[in-house]
C-alpha cells in the first residue's frame, strides 16, 4: 500500500515537473512569437520608413529635375528672345528705310512735271477717242511740234473726210483762261474745224461741259458724249453741201412732221433723259459699276441714235432748232 502511494506520488511529480517544463516551454513560445512580432513590426516600420524616404528622394529629384527644366527653358528663352529683339530691330530698320523709300518716291511722284501727268490723260484720251470711234483717225501731235495734242480727223461709214477736231488735255490742280486762247490759235495753224480743251479742273462754275469763246471745255467723263455731238454735226454738214437742192413729195410730208412741235418735243425729251440719267449713273458709279456700264452704253446708243437721226434730217430739212443737240453758250 506504501509502495504504491510512493509510487503514485512519484508519478504526480514526473506530471508536475512535465507540466512545468511545458509551461516553461509555452512561456518562452510566446516569448519568441512576441519578439517575432516586434521584430516584424519593426521591419515594416523599417520597410515603410524606407519607402517614405524613398519616394522623398524622388520627389526631391524630381523637383531639382524641373528647376533644371525651368532654367534650361529660362536660358532658351532668354536666348531666343535676345536672337528674335535683335532679329526685330533689323527688321524695324529695314522697315523704316523702306518707309523713308517710299516717302520719298511719293514726294518725288507728287512733284512730277504737269507736262508728265498731262500726258497720261492725253494718252487717256486718245484711247478713249480711238476705242469709240472706229472709222475716224485718231493721230497724236508730237512732242515739240507746235498744235494740240490730238487731231481727230472726222470719217463717215465711207470714209468721207468731214472735218478736223483739235483737242488739248490739261491735267492741272487750277484752271487757266489763257489756255483758250492758245488752242484758238493753234487751230488756226492746223486749220481743225472744232476745238475742245478736256480738263480735269473745269472754270468757275462749270459742270460737265461748255462752250466758251469758240472752243468747247470738258472734264473726261463727258469727252465722249461731246465728241459723238460735234463729229455728227460736221457729218451733217458735210451732208448738206454734197445735197441736191429739191423734195418730192414724201419729203413734204416729213418736212412737215420733221418741223413741227411734236418731234421738237420729242428729241428734247429723249437729250433731257440723257442728262438726268448720266447724272444719276455717276452718282451710283462706284457702287453699281457693272450697271452704271450697261446703262450707259445704252444711253450714249440712244443718245447717239437720236442726234444722229436729228443730223441725218437736218441735212435734208430745215429742222427746228433744239438747243441741246446744236453748238451754242449752253452748259451742261
Request: hydrophobic share 35%; aromatic share 6%; charged share 35%.
Amino acid at each position: 500500500m506504501k509502495a504504491f502511494e510512493n509510487e503514485r506520488q512519484l508519478s504526480d511529480s514526473k506530471k508536475n515537473q512535465e507540466i512545468k517544463l511545458l509551461n516553461e516551454q509555452l512561456g518562452q513560445g510566446k516569448k519568441q512569437i512576441e519578439e517575432m512580432q516586434n521584430t516584424e513590426l519593426n521591419l515594416r516600420k523599417e520597410k515603410i520608413a524606407l519607402e517614405d524616404a524613398k519616394r522623398a528622394f524622388e520627389l526631391e529629384k524630381q523637383r531639382q529635375l524641373d528647376n533644371e527644366r525651368e532654367k534650361i527653358r529660362h536660358d532658351a528663352i532668354e536666348k531666343a528672345e535676345e536672337g528674335m529683339r535683335s532679329t526685330i530691330n533689323e527688321k524695324d530698320k529695314q522697315l523704316q528705310d523702306a518707309i523713308k523709300v517710299n516717302q520719298e518716291l511719293q514726294r518725288k511722284l507728287q512733284q512730277g512735271s504737269q507736262q508728265t501727268q498731262g500726258e497720261v490723260l492725253e494718252l487717256e484720251l486718245e484711247e478713249i477717242l480711238k476705242s469709240e470711234f472706229l472709222y475716224d483717225e485718231i493721230m497724236p501731235v508730237p512732242k515739240g511740234v507746235s498744235g494740240a495734242d490730238i487731231i481727230q480727223k472726222v470719217k463717215d461709214r465711207s470714209g468721207r473726210l468731214c472735218g478736223h477736231i483739235a483737242w488739248e488735255s490739261k491735267k492741272t490742280k487750277a484752271w487757266s483762261d489763257g489756255w483758250i486762247q492758245k488752242l484758238k490759235d493753234d487751230q488756226r495753224t492746223i486749220k481743225a474745224d472744232l476745238a475742245v480743251i478736256v480738263s480735269a479742273v473745269l472754270p468757275e462754275g462749270v459742270k460737265g461741259f461748255v462752250f466758251r469763246e469758240g472752243v468747247w471745255i470738258c472734264d473726261i467723263k463727258l469727252a465722249v458724249a461731246l465728241a459723238t455731238a460735234l463729229r455728227i454735226n460736221l457729218e451733217s454738214i458735210t451732208r448738206e453741201k454734197a445735197m441736191s437742192i429739191g423734195k418730192n413729195e414724201k419729203m413734204e410730208v416729213l418736212y412737215s412732221y420733221l418741223t413741227g412741235i411734236e418731234f421738237k418735243q420729242r428729241v428734247e425729251a429723249i437729250v433731257e433723259a440723257f442728262t438726268n440719267m448720266d447724272e444719276g449713273l455717276r452718282k451710283e458709279r462706284l457702287a453699281f459699276e457693272k450697271i452704271w456700264s450697261e446703262r450707259e452704253k445704252q444711253i450714249k446708243k440712244v443718245l447717239t441714235n437720236t442726234v444722229g437721226m436729228y443730223g441725218d434730217l437736218s441735212g435734208l430739212v430745215a429742222l427746228p432748232q433744239i438747243k441741246k443737240l446744236e453748238l451754242g453758250e449752253e452748259t451742261i
